[in-house]
């Protein structure tokens, strides 16, 4: 696993719109400055209504065009194990929000769906082994994201990675098969903390006062075992974006920044 040494920032807007139009705005400008220097990308999306979001606003800036997305790969944090095309899935939704529309077919790297002919943990064993494809040998069996985004549930979970489950603590593995998950559906495929925290950049965001107990937690330094999104940190940035609502429990010497 490699070395953590990036401290966390929390950066706060007015509302989840102001968010996700400037991680939007900061996800285009990053993209924009590697591929324009011909470096190879990867991404690792999430699920929920802010990934989303953020994606949709993403699309809808101009300077989208002019980014070469032969030179960006797509990956995901987590999936729920069901039919390709489910709207559950994490990936139908990202897919209408922004990679139908410019993402290069062979550079999305999916998780298997329950349609595939594969059972769960062979699926997990599938999405590992692709990631293998494009091991990076300084970080792991594994890319190195250059941004991995994260939402943060209300419990805190990050990922498939809940609290207080096996999964969290395992560091042997690239990605795993999820049962039982506390919240529905409860087939689940997730990637691992050590491939997470050996992005350069981990965005973590999310609105709502129903994530502000969550976000307290992280920021205070709890345990990454109870509390997944605490233990979140990237090689170089780890940045919590966050509304007022979310926010609403951090003293002011937490906040980096507001805008």
Not at 7 to 27: I, L, P, Q
């Amino acid at each position: 696993m490699a070395e953590i040494t990036a401290d966390k920032r929390v950066v706060v807007g007015r509302d989840s719109e102001a968010v996700a139009a400037t991680v939007a705005s900061r996800f285009v400008s990053r993209l924009l400055r590697r591929t324009d220097a011909g470096k190879l990308t990867h991404v690792s999306l999430t699920g929920g209504s802010m990934g989303g979001r953020v994606l949709e606003a993403a699309a809808g800036d101009p300077r989208c065009a002019t980014i070469d997305w032969r030179l960006v790969h797509f990956w995901w944090s987590d999936e729920r194990f069901l039919p390709r095309g489910d709207p559950e899935r994490n990936d139908t939704a990202t897919f209408a929000a922004l990679l139908d529309q410019v993402a290069v077919s062979d550079n999305i790297h999916t998780i298997a769906g329950l349609d595939d002919g594969l059972n769960l943990t062979d699926a997990a064993a599938s999405y590992e082994a692709e990631l293998a494809r494009f091991a990076d040998p300084r970080v792991g069996a594994w890319p190195s994201f250059d941004i991995c985004f994260l939402g943060v549930g209300p419990d805190a979970h990050i990922a498939s990675l809940f609290p207080d489950r096996p999964e969290i603590r395992v560091t042997d593995r690239a990605a795993l098969p999820v049962r039982d998950a506390p919240k529905p559906p409860p087939e689940r495929i997730t990637l691992t903390r050590p491939v997470i925290n050996s992005s350069r950049r981990v965005w973590l965001v999310l609105a709502g006062a129903d994530k502000a107990s969550a976000l307290g937690l992280a920021v205070a330094g709890a345990s990454y075992q109870s509390v997944p999104a605490a233990g979140a940190k990237g090689r170089r940035h780890t940045v919590f974006f966050a509304d007022e609502a979310a926010a609403a429990q951090l003293p002011p010497d937490a906040i980096d920044s507001k805008f």
